[in-house]
């Protein structure tokens, strides 16, 4: 064992204490949000943003909750749940009604942020409810029953009185703005991207990559799956909240499957795990369609190929190769390398 | 001192009995072998003694604890711990996350510094590093502490394996046919490094291994295994020399 004598090399690339604490996944996709709010920011400062442009901003923002909440399910914890949109449902409804019943007992400022929690603690009870006998299941299996799931939900939301039935929930307050969103992104963005980097997220990775193996080293499996579970419906719930307070009201209709498997779609094209790959094709999921309204009715089938298209070239290596090529620092030391070849010259 | 003792210890699957009356007694620091031919039952041992089946019969002791039934977790945490005949390593993380994982129940914190790193978490986090690092170094993987486990050539895959076990700091360590997939001169320095791995952390270590020339080797006392039930234990030279171990698993 000769290698007991390097005993003082350094850990290679050194860990100081605050790059333990924010990894370049934590600093990218906060420096990635932060970028896009200044642009809006300005944009909107400087008076060219149009109505168009503003109206996308707070559903761009909702999506990408959504997807880096799902991300933690299908991407950190490996496990598919097709029942995001009910989540965010029971979310929705919960702080809606809320905000809704508790109108004349606390002013605005307080209300708002009260009825995201509410929102976001019924759909994260939904989830522990939902998960303790679901998450036995794996696989195929735990996929059709989220699916189940997020149907049922949607009839008896239906079926009830004060959910407003089929008609839906109206006059719900408009409060959502896009720096709120903004702000809870942060938040979403700060829990899930510090619990990935953490004892806790190593264990929800392990489950992911070798549930035996996992279980051999003692880690709970069932703790981190429903741990992951609940905290994915929680922030469900909260952007199902900021959606009802964006639109101003509520139907169930608006949380089908086909809800879900959008989310699935952001989380997969932005890749499995990438919370910074789900931000920004949360964006683009939401921008597309809209840029596409001008093509009428060929709309869903651009969007499709579209679709297809960039799947295609997210699986394929040599895109990947390409990608590697126009990182930053590759750009640079790339310059560099000709620059230094010119002077030679 | 006995480490590991098993007693008439038997699991059925449905009409199946995989393994009957299996009693063994290990000494701390020993290198025991558990041989046999395939489908004699030595995985099914070592799931049994791991919590993943539940024995039908029998009772198994660790350090004079009895942990006969319960779950994987809890006998992970009284002091087993093993490697894989088909490897099992997190192939997403890095070596070091796979070792850090090994600490999961030795150095905590709880969900709320995970989520705000406050309090304890850097800290932790570094008394995690430094032991971790120093496993690796160790098993000679120190410089491959930060690549995913995945690219490791395939006898690294093995030691990490064994230094992640390592990691949980156990009394016993299972070790399921180490040397599977291995040439020659691998299987040469694996000895040494099992070897090593007894002297150094002063392990009791349970092997399963078909490379005769590895328990041989390495082993003081084995156990052989034929249709789930002893056929011969004791020391290893002994038993090799037995005629019904030859007609039954090492042939004329």
Known sequence: MGAKSEKNKPFPGGIGRFRQKYDNNFLISFGIMIAIFLFCFLMIATGNATRHFKSLLVPAGINIILAISLNLVVGILGELSLGHAGFMSVGAYAGCLFSIYTQELFPIGVRFPLSLLVGGLVAAFFGLVIGVPVLRLKGDYLAIVTLAFGEIIRSVIINLDFTGGAAGLKNIEKHTTYTSVFIIILITLFVILNLINSRHGRAIMAIRDNRIAAESLGVNITYFKLLSFILAAFFAGIAGVLYGHNIGSLTAAQFDYNRSIEILVMVVLGGMGNIKGSIISAILITIIPEMLRGADKYRMLFYSIILIIMMLLNASPRFAEFKRKIRIKNLASALKSKSRQKEEV | ?252
């Open chain 2, 1 to 252: 001192m006995t480490i590991l003792e098993t007693k008439k210890l038997g699991i059925s699957f449905g009409g199946l009995r995989a393994v009957d009356d299996f009693s063994i007694s290990i000494q701390k620091g020993q290198l025991y072998g558990l041989i046999g031919p395939n489908g004699a039952g030595k995985t099914t041992v070592f799931n049994l003694l791991t919590g993943v089946y539940k024995p039908t019969d029998g009772s198994i002791t660790l350090d004079g604890e009895n942990i006969t039934g319960k779950s994987t977790i809890e006998i992970s945490k009284a002091g087993i711990a093993r490697t894989f005949q088909n490897i099992r390593l997190f192939k997403n993380l890095s070596v070091l996350d796979n070792v850090k994982l090994g600490l999961h129940n030795r150095v905590k914190y709880n969900l709320l510094t995970s989520i705000f790193k406050v309090g304890s978490y850097s800290r932790k986090e570094e008394e995690m590093n430094k032991i971790a690092l120093e496993l690796l170094r160790v098993f000679g993987l120190e410089n491959e502490a930060q690549l995913p486990a995945s690219s490791l050539p395939y006898g690294m895959q093995r030691k990490l394996e064994i230094a992640r076990a390592l990691a949980t700091n156990p009394k016993l360590l299972l070790l399921d046919e180490p040397a599977a997939g291995m040439n020659p001169n691998e299987t040469a320095e694996l000895m040494e490094t099992i070897k090593f791995v007894r002297d150094e952390f002063d392990m009791t270590i349970l092997l399963i291994e078909h490379d005769m020339r590895l328990v041989a080797g390495i082993c003081e006392e084995i156990c052989v295994l034929n249709f789930g039930t002893v056929l011969a234990k004791g020391k290893t030279s002994e038993v090799l020399n037995d005629p019904r171990v030859i007609t039954a698993y090492l042939g004329e």
